[in-house]
């Protein structure tokens, strides 16, 4: 897992150009979730390349958006919003001397350190403050060519997704961390929530995103090379992707 999280900066650029970014029903859903209390300040765990960043960023608030990976963050820094600071550090190794209104992590959660994540979490989002993890599974949505795509990778790759941190079923009506925040002793009034949404594009891009995928970047280069070459044989050259954002929300607890 320790491989795979830290094997993006090597696909920084594809990974910018070719996943999709969030859309403004995100924003609007953490901010209902918010109540009352306006989000002035954000921490991002896990910034990547801004797809997040500059969504939240549009809508007002001060992000501080950390990154361990150095190639990553300067994709982010090539288009930095004003009101964006960028921060170099792993979530384990951040100061926990200021809390925020609003602490979020895109489709990166799932590499942090499980032992000790939710308390050091807390200390980084204020009492009564919000708490939004969110991706987006890259995923076809017809079924007959996600078969096609399966039996394309096969013989390479058994599987190309991150397994629940926590062993949650895919059936469970909960999902992580939804599960481990339920859970907690410092978290309450915890969401899971699905953002509908499809996405066309060409065969090409869709296998552009899977090329930034931790599980194809750690191929060997011929292998990767013919899992694309033997994908895009087997796709017509227009797909849709289900480009669902699976979000789960959760509530500080204290004044």
Not at 93 to 114: F, I, K, Q, R
Not at 121 to 141: D, E, K, S, T
Not at 184 to 201: A, G, K, N
Not at 216 to 237: G, H, I, K, M, N
């Amino acid at each position: 897992m320790v491989e795979r999280a830290l094997s993006f900066g090597s696909v920084a650029e594809a990974y910018d150009r070719f996943r999709p970014g969030y859309p403004v029903e995100l924003l609007e859903l953490v901010m209902e979730y918010a109540g009352e209390s306006p989000i002035r300040t954000a921490l991002e765990i896990g910034t990547g390349t801004g797809k997040a960043t500059r969504l939240f960023a549009e809508g007002g608030i001060a992000v501080t958006a950390t990154e361990p990976d150095a190639a990553m963050l300067a994709e982010l820094r090539k288009r930095l919003p004003a009101n964006v600071t960028t921060v170099q550090a792993a979530f384990e190794d951040l100061p926990l001397v200021t809390s925020y209104g609003l602490v979020y992590s895109a489709a990166a959660l799932h590499w942090t350190n499980p032992e000790g994540r939710w308390e050091r979490m807390a200390a980084l989002v204020r009492p009564g403050g919000v708490f939004a993890n969110f991706g987006v599974p890259i995923q076809l949505a017809d079924p007959a060519l996600q078969k096609a795509a399966r039996a394309a990778r096969l013989p390479y790759l058994d599987d190309d997704g991150v397994p629940s941190p926590d062993g949650t079923a895919a059936d469970r009506p909960m999902q992580w961390p939804g599960t481990e925040l339920e859970q907690s002793e410092w978290f309450t009034d915890v969401r899971q929530v699905v953002i509908e949404r499809r996405l066309p594009m060409s065969a090409v891009d869709y296998v552009g995103q899977l090329s930034t995928v931790s599980a194809y970047v750690l191929l060997s280069p011929a292998d990767r090379d013919e899992v694309f070459r033997r994908t895009l044989e087997a796709l017509p050259e227009t797909v849709e992707l289900d480009a669902q954002v699976h979000v789960h929300l959760a509530r500080r607890l204290g004044d």
